[in-house]
């Protein structure tokens, strides 16, 4: 390893890096010796420097190992760093070395040709228009401070950059393949915590995913989207493998329908996946299904309501609805721009909801996005979701069959389509960061990286790569 680091630091180009790295590692020691708490050695700190560096060497010359850490990282440990959040830190140091890359090495700056660049692109510049008009007093109250402001924009941006490196920086299957399956072999486990039938699962759950909060409701969406899929329509996967799938699949729905039933967040999106999925890839099963499903609803309608509307979901819908109502006033000030990343908050303590003046947020992703970014930032979010779909639409008859990379594709329909589901019953797909907060990132992640993923198999097709 050292000759290797060694004779790649003696070329001019590798030269250029290692100044590149140094200054980065400097960056990086300077905030965790900012951050640096008693329990800490700062010489700890130092001594690690060299491996941050070669690290970050590692990542330049193949990046897709940094996604590998983040799926790692979001699916495992509740671990967090102050102040945004262990997996904003890896997304931002990734988008770093990525655009480093470009002006030293590549010395030119490139896009991809995708449709769904210019939605992302276009997003970007109307949340930094949002963040510029949100320091205007829209009302007679101060705005959330500036620190928060910034981490509203952090979670826009850095979900942007999850897609567009996995869409860059993708570019053969087998890191995709390496993305999904190590999803699912650390997320796999999660079932079976919850279950409570792993020995010790009480302190387990201490350090890995709980399925509410840390998790979230994308997580256990892309588990079921990606494991469904894959079980499914994968049939070069083994046989053995596809059985384990399916074990955690009806773990899931299990853990879903009963322990967690009255958290809605984390079912009914995923049915909406899972729906979707059978459509797209099968929509000779999917006709009878879909005739027995609305057949049930209709002569269960009551025992359903009541089985979902347990505990405060009733009362959660009310306020929900009314909250809606009162964002929307205040939306009406800048309908267009919006008041800019998470100022929305503090104008609700003028507007009483059901009576009291507290501060709230809408419990929903589009209505957020009206409220931060107004109707634009609406409109490109909207237009990212068309344009990745038509383009999963279209690879899905486009990719080798029954392979790896067209269950990929049909999962990552069905999770786009839940993702979108999942949007109107809380902040999942874009935390809110007065409610998520930038640390869900963890648990969004997820939708980025893997949706990255259907341009990624694009621009592999297209330069005639191997897809299964």
């Not at 046989?239 to 384990?244: D, M």
Request: proline share 5%.
């Amino acid at each position: 390893m050292t000759s290797f680091i060694q004779k790649t630091f003696r070329t001019s180009e590798g030269r250029r890096w290692l100044q590149v790295l140094v200054m980065i590692g400097a960056l990086v020691l300077s905030l965790l010796i900012a951050q640096t708490n008693p329990q800490i050695s700062i010489l700890v700190v130092i001594a690690a420097l060299p491996i941050v560096a070669v690290g970050a060497y590692l990542l330049v010359r193949y990046p897709p190992i940094g996604f590998l850490l983040i799926i790692a990282i979001s699916t495992v440990f509740k671990i967090d760093i102050p102040p945004i959040g262990l997996i904003a830190t890896v997304i931002l140091l990734l988008t770093l070395l990525w655009v480093v890359d470009m002006v030293v090495r590549q010395r030119e700056i490139n896009f991809v040709n995708s449709p769904t660049m210019t939605p992302l692109v276009f997003f970007t510049a109307v949340v930094i228009l949002s963040f510029i008009v949100g320091q205007l007093p829209w009302f007679s109250i101060a705005q959330v401070p500036i620190d928060n402001q910034i981490g509203g924009v952090a979670i826009f941006i850095l979900s942007f950059a999850a897609f567009i490196l996995v869409a860059h920086q993708i570019r053969d299957i087998r890191w995709l393949k390496w993305m999904v399956f190590l999803f699912l072999g650390l997320a796999g486990p999660a079932v079976l915590i919850g279950m409570r039938v792993v020995p010790g699962w009480r302190q387990l759950n201490q350090l890995l995913l709980h399925p509410k909060t840390t998790g979230g409701s994308l997580f256990w969406l892309w588990l079921a989207a990606m494991s469904f899929s894959q079980m499914l329509f994968n049939k070069k996967l083994a046989i053995k493998w596809r059985g384990v799938l399916l074990a955690i699949l009806l773990g899931y729905l299990y853990l879903a329908l009963g322990r967690n039933r009255a958290w809605t967040s984390g079912w009914a999106p995923t049915f909406v996946t899972l729906f979707i999925i059978i459509w797209v890839a099968r929509p000779k099963w999917a006709m009878p299904l879909t005739m027995v499903g609305v057949a049930s609803l209709i002569l269960l309608f009551q025992p359903i309501y009541n089985a979902v509307f347990i505990g405060d979901n009733e009362y959660s819908a009310v306020t929900r609805l009314e909250a809606w109502r009162i964002v929307g006033e205040i939306i009406k000030v800048n309908p267009v721009l919006g008041l800019g990343p998470g100022n929305y908050y503090n104008y609700t303590l003028l507007f009483p909801i059901l009576g009291w003046y507290v501060e709230f947020n809408s419990h929903n992703n589009y209505v957020d996005i009206v409220a931060q970014t107004g109707i634009l930032g609406l409109i490109c979010f909207i237009w990212f979701v068309v344009v990745t779909w038509r383009l999963g639409w279209r690879l899905r008859n486009q990719v080798p069959a029954d392979g790896f990379t067209q269950a990929f594709v049909y999962g990552a329909l069905g999770g786009l389509a839940g993702s979108v589901a999942a949007g109107m019953l809380g902040d999942w797909v874009l935390p809110f960061v007065y409610n998520i907060g930038i640390f869900g990132l963890r648990a969004s992640i997820y939708a980025w990286l893997f949706l990255g993923g259907l341009v990624a198999i694009d621009q592999i097709r297209l330069a005639g790569g191997h897809l299964d």
